[in-house]
């Protein structure tokens, strides 16, 4: 039961760690790739679909992003996907395609998102610490019921301890990865 416990736990910290990825890969560094807008969602045939299932993205140069449209009817549709997305660009329609030009990156700009990065790292620790509280209340509930010892519970509140250390490192490292990434030039 215990095990089952702490299995959940685990599961729990480890997709706080991939959201946090996610978050961290959404913030555009020097490197410009098409899967940082692929999962924009676009409203067309009645349903919503991911940009990349309307659209070919392709790279063109370091800074510059080009969609071509499957059916061009969609191009207005794409377009305000764009405008509404949390990029701040300005996509530029051209014919049959759409060009999305992000701008080079400041000092300004790289320290702001640093703190960004920052913030986001401290808000996933924070997540991975009520999850670690959650569970070593259980575990308090299931010793309060007698049905362990108290030599059990410090046993796992011990090894929650350890887990939650290893997730806390584990989101230090990505953070400090992320802060390179934007300071490299």
């Known amino acids: 039961m215990v095990e089952d416990i702490i299995e959940n736990m685990e599961d729990r910290m480890a997709k706080s760690i991939k959201n946090l990825n996610m978050d961290f890969f959404k913030i555009v560094t020097h ?16 349903d919503k679909y991911h940009l990349n299932q309307v659209c070919t993205i392709l790279a063109e140069g370091g800074n510059t992003l080009s969609l ?21 660009v300005m ?8 060009k999305i030009n992000f701008p080079k990156i400041t000092e300004e700009r ?12 401290e808000l996933c620790k924070v997540s991975i610490r009520n999850i670690r509280r959650s569970i070593n209340k259980k575990i308090k ?12 519970e410090k046993k796992y ?6 887990i939650t250390n290893k997730y806390i490192e584990n989101i230090n490292d990505v953070i400090i990865k992320k802060e390179r990434d934007l300071l490299c030039v």
Do not use: H, W
Request: glycine share 4%; with cysteine; proline share 4%.
């Open 91 to 98: 996509p530029l329609i051209m014919k049959d395609a759409i």
């Open 68 to 88: 071509k449209p499957f059916d061009k009817k969609n191009i207005s549709i794409i377009n305000k996907a764009l405008l509404e997305s949390d990029f701040g």
């Open 31 to 46: 490197r410009i790739t098409p899967s940082i807008i692929k999962d924009i969602t676009v409203e067309c045939y009645g």
């Open 141 to 152: 509930q299931l010793v309060k019921d007698e049905d362990f010892s108290l030599d059990d």
């Open 157 to 162: 509140l011990s090894r929650i301890e350890e």
């Open 110 to 121: 790289r320290l702001l998102l640093i703190k960004k990065v920052k913030k986001i790292g």
